[in-house]
């Protein structure tokens, strides 16, 4: 029992031991705890005094570094800086030239800028600038002499207009026959946005920033379209969709083709790179095609029933006529549509044939000199007679020319001034001329038109006139002369 006791006495004391260890380890790093933040608080409390009088780290001003710097200090720096102060430029060509602070009067009169920069930071945040920049500018206490920086300028090759040259857009290639065009690459220029150009100088100057790249700070005047900008990719697509686009016009054996070669000298390039098409050229295109290929009011040459050859006078209302507002407009939406085109143009009015003996095979011959008519059905004579042509004496002439057949009527009655004719047969030609039956007269042919002629009708035996009803159509050639 006794040694059980001794124990549990030893227990104790030795229990009692290490608790009063461990308070006063506790202690201990209470009391170290203590001193550091002791030492931390007269640190930061040192610091917000000392920054009282300093600039906090990290303080730029005009790019001069003026950390940790009181305002005399900084002074100082700002003079430094200002004596040897040196921009260069680095231009768009590589060339690389200097603007010195001594060449341009650079000075600097900071006043109480600095004492005023100084009041308004708050010194206890001290710690916290240590991972913050704080960029200040007094553009106001820096200054430089205007006249002598115009001096400087006129002197460096960035701003002498003799060495710049402009930037250009990209632009479409030489046309290539057969494949159309590429892309020429924009060209970046040397010409300055002038007045950009100085304020970006003035703010370097002011801030004694030590390099302004020009082509970076937007100095120069830039092209505005680039070769992998939509507009100039939109471009190359519409201007080889004109050029690559055939249009063949067919007129009997011969054929006139339209195509990139004169389609290329067409375009109008605007300045936003949109391409349309030159309508005045389109115009006139279609307007030769009327000139070479028109035959109506045009005289022709004709083989006589003789087989001497006359002229049909021009004026009269047969022949070819192109429709050149509707042959337009086609042609216009085959070029946007980028569609290939192989056939007529649009007439207004056809012919038997093309070429000047546009009135084919089928047709009728008048001879006003012999007063007889020869209609020919594929170039055989079907059918003669003579006839009475518009009186000479009176003025009543029969127009000649070649003409057509308008439409053919049965049982007319023919009206003019001071007469009024029943006929049964009325083939009319122009302006209310025409063939007809002439009951009323006994004879026709030799020189009876020259003082007792019709009012300008050709006036036919009825049964010529019968048969001629019978055998021709509308639209049939009557060549007069």
Not at 155 to 173: G, H, I, P, Q, V
Not at 244 to 271: C, H, K, M, P, R
Not at 294 to 319: E, F, I, Q
Not at 328 to 351: C, F, I, K, P, R
Request: hydrophobic share 35%.
């Amino acid at each position: 029992m006794a040694e059980k006791t001794q124990e549990k006495g030893t227990t104790s004391i030795q229990s009692q031991r290490r608790k009063a260890r461990i308070r006063q380890q506790r202690m201990q790093k209470l009391f170290i705890a203590a001193v550091i933040l002791i030492l931390l608080a007269a640190i930061y409390a040192g610091g917000s005094i000392f920054f009282m009088r300093h600039f906090l780290p990290n303080t730029v001003i005009n790019n001069v570094d003026c950390s940790v710097k009181t305002v005399s200090q900084s002074k100082e720096l700002f003079d430094e800086m200002a004596s040897g102060y040196v921009l260069t430029l680095t231009e768009r060509d590589g060339g690389q030239e200097e603007i010195r602070g001594s060449e341009i009067g650079l000075d600097v009169n900071l006043g109480t800028y600095l004492d005023e920069l100084l009041e308004e930071q708050n010194p206890f945040t001290w710690i916290i600038s240590f991972f913050r920049a704080d960029e200040k500018s007094v553009e106001a206490a820096v200054s430089y002499d205007e006249s002598l920086l115009n001096d400087v300028l006129e002197t460096l090759n960035c701003t002498d207009e003799s060495r710049m040259y402009d930037s250009e857009d990209a632009a479409l290639s030489d046309y290539v026959s057969g494949s159309g065009y590429t892309l020429v690459d924009e060209v970046y220029g040397t010409q300055l946005q002038y007045a950009a150009f100085l304020q970006i100088l003035e703010d370097s100057i002011l801030n004694f920033e030590e390099a302004l790249d020009l082509e970076e700070a937007g100095c120069y005047i830039d092209p505005v379209y680039t070769a992998d900008s939509e507009a100039a990719q939109t471009m190359l697509e519409t201007a080889n969709k004109y050029v690559n686009t055939t249009i063949t016009y067919e007129f009997g054996e011969n054929t006139e083709v339209l195509d990139g070669e004169t389609i290329s000298q067409w375009l109008v390039i605007a300045d936003d790179l949109t391409v349309t098409l030159d309508e005045d050229q389109e115009t006139a295109f279609v307007s030769d095609l009327a000139s070479t290929y028109d035959t109506k009011w045009k005289s022709r040459t004709l083989v006589t029933h003789s087989g001497t050859t006359v002229t049909v006078p021009a004026g009269g209302n047969y022949g070819w006529r192109l429709n050149q507002d509707d042959t337009l407009s086609a042609l216009q939406g085959y070029l946007e549509s980028g569609e290939d085109y192989t056939g007529e143009v649009v007439w207004y009015q056809t012919a038997a044939q093309y070429g000047e003996q546009d009135y084919g095979t089928t047709y009728i011959e008048v001879s006003i000199s012999d007063q007889h008519f020869w209609y020919y059905v594929d170039g055989v004579v079907a059918l003669e007679s003579d006839f009475a042509s518009g009186d000479v004496a009176t003025g009543h002439d029969t127009p000649k020319g070649a003409y057509r057949i308008a439409y053919k009527a049965r049982d007319q009655v023919l009206e003019g001034q001071g007469y009024s004719s029943p006929v049964s047969y009325w083939m009319p030609f122009v302006d209310g001329v025409g063939f007809h039956d002439a009951s009323w007269r006994d004879t026709f042919g030799g020189s009876i038109y020259l003082k007792n002629g019709s009012h300008g009708c050709l006036n036919l035996p009825t049964w010529a006139a019968a048969e001629l009803y019978d055998l021709i159509e509308a639209g049939t050639a009557v060549l007069v002369y």
